[in-house]
């Protein structure tokens, strides 16, 4: 089986201690993998290795071509409509065709001529994932993209990732403070602590998982645990930190 | 339960007159114009009396009546032609160039550290101060004319613009290098875009100083356009001419610069609610 992405040895650090510490991350075609840790553990300065945003001078990277990455903001330019943003990540020519199919893809046909100033939050968002899968990327990289929603709406737009995932089959590297995001939607989730991969979990409950499923709500404390969060008697999770 | 409706209600009741006609845009502005009108009657008022002296300053009528044979023997449109032309002109050459330099410095380190150093200084300069010299090196033809136009409205189109493409949001720039655009295609779709609204600001800006810049160099020498229309009505003492041919200035920068808001209208309708 050929690997997607294959990272040896990549470290980084701004001055003090090391953020990432010679870290190995293998990542299979079409698999869904998660990525919790502590606020400041270098969660998105592994995605932004992964994007291609930061150089890795000394490590092995292996990536593939067709990347995409939805960070936790849309990052849309204001001062294109929407569909004009979705058309920005792929090159001209079969460009309406594709941008319709994303659009009708996240559920924002309705909505493909309007500003981006003018969108909630979470089409926003929905207009950020559109514009990464209509690049139909073999990784797609999500820093954290529904943080800022409601959790009405994180629910929703967790459920729409999955179908998307299931339709196209990128492989996905989740980051996500959210322990229950992470039991619901991966195959393996990585817990990223003092630069290294302190646990790496393979999730091999059926889907679709719901809520409050026993054997899901187990790995939880335990993700929970590892993150340094202790459960009280009456299963009250609390909300983990949430700075960014 | 009853009262406390009745007093709520009543501070409305009371205020509706007053807000019927601040409301309406009519009766906005036809408030607005009150105390000019009143200016304007003062003034008639004192020319009439002879208070005022005509060569002092003529009465409105009078200005009104200048103005109007001013249009219809064509000398007004005439030279109001031959001074837009000089403006339009002037302003293109700043146009162009301001925006290539704040391009160039805006977008290279080598940019920045050629042009915006002696464009800095040279802002600095009190540029109507430069007249004589313009005069000396260009004579007295078209040339120092728009040459005034160009130099003085070149600086506010570089800063704002120059400052525009350094205000740019990084993370717009990354996000545009995520989806595989190039440095030509950052440029076209967010450096540009991002920088326009700081540029429209300074096209407006630039426009008003190309107007005073024009008013100075023609007061100074020309055989034709409105500073000449000026000039001669100087020497024979008719200040309503000359009030015409500043009603003119104002006018044509007014509509110079309602064209501009046009514009910024149409190519910043992303953005919400930009008028009001
Ligand atoms: N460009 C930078 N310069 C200096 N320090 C940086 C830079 N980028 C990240 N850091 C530091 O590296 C550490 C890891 O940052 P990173 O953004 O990767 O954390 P994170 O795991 O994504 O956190 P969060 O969950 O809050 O987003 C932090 O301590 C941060 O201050
Ligand atoms: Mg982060």
């Not at chain 1, 409509?81 to 460009?95: M, Q």
């Not at chain 1, 196209?168 to 602590?193: F, Y």
Request: proline share 6%.
């Amino acid at each position: 089986m050929s690997v997607l992405v294959d990272i040896q040895g990549l470290s980084r650090d701004f001055g003090a201690a090391p953020v990432l510490d010679r870290i190995s991350l293998a990542i299979q075609p079409g698999e869904f993998v998660a990525l919790l840790g502590r606020s400041g553990s270098g969660k998105s300065t592994l995605l932004r290795v992964l994007a291609g945003l930061d150089e890795a001078p000394a490590a092995r990277v292996v990536l593939p071509k067709r990347r995409s990455i939805v960070f936790q903001e849309p990052r849309l330019m204001p001062w294109k409509s929407v569909a004009d943003n979705v058309a920005l990540g792929v090159s001209n020519a079969h460009a309406s065709g594709a941008v319709s199919r994303a659009l009708a893809d996240v559920e924002l046909t309705h909505r493909r001529d309007a500003w981006p100033l003018t969108l909630s939050g979470g089409e926003a968002q929905r207009a950020a994932l559109a514009r990464a899968l209509v690049r139909e990327p073999e990784l797609l990289l999500l820093d954290e993209p529904f943080a800022a929603l409601d959790a009405l709406t994180r629910l929703r737009m967790q459920g729409l990732v999955r179908e998307l995932w299931r339709k196209h089959r990128p492989a996905v590297l989740l980051v996500t403070h959210d322990v229950g995001e992470a039991v619901a939607l991966a195959d393996r989730i990585l817990v990223l602590d003092r630069g290294r991969f302190r646990r790496e979990v393979a999730v091999e409950l059926p889907h679709p998982r719901r809520h409050g499923d026993p054997c899901a709500a187990a790995l939880e404390t335990e993700l929970l645990r590892e993150l340094g969060v202790e459960l009280s008697d009456h299963h009250s999770i609390p909300e983990p930190e949430r700075t960014h | 339960m009853a009262d406390a409706r009745l007093l709520e209600r009543m501070p409305a009741a009371e205020a509706k007159p007053v807000r019927r006609l601040r409301e309406t845009r009519l009766g906005g502005s036809l408030l607005r114009l009150v105390s000019p009108l009143a200016i304007l009657v003062l003034w008639q008022l004192a020319s009439v009396s002879g208070l005022l002296s005509p060569q002092i300053l003529t009465s409105p009528v009078a200005i009104a009546a200048t103005a109007a044979r001013l249009v219809a023997s064509g000398e007004l449109l005439t030279g109001l032609g031959v001074s837009f032309l000089r403006v339009v002109a002037g302003f293109m050459i700043a146009l162009v160039v301001g925006v290539a330099l704040a391009l160039f410095a805006g977008l290279s380190r080598l940019g920045e550290t050629l042009v915006d150093p002696p464009v800095q200084m040279l802002k600095a300069m009190p540029f109507l101060g430069l007249l004589p010299l313009f005069i000396l090196w260009f004579g007295i033809g078209e040339t120092p004319k728009i040459g005034m136009v160009a130099f003085g409205s070149v600086f506010p189109i570089y800063l704002t613009l120059h400052g525009g493409i350094r205000g740019v949001d990084r993370k717009l720039i990354e996000a545009g290098r995520t989806l595989g655009l190039g440095t030509a295609g950052i440029i076209r779709h967010v450096v540009i875009p991002g920088a326009l609204p700081s540029l429209l600001v300074g096209v407006r800006y630039g426009l008003s100083i190309a107007w005073l810049s024009l008013v100075v160099a023609e007061q100074i020498n020309a055989s034709s356009g409105i500073g000449s229309i000026i000039t001669y009505a100087r020497d024979f003492l008719q200040t309503d001419v000359i009030v015409v041919c500043l009603l003119v200035y104002a006018l044509m920068g007014l509509l110079t610069d309602g064209l501009v808001r046009l514009l910024e209208a149409y190519a910043l309708r992303w953005r919400p609610a930009v008028t009001a």
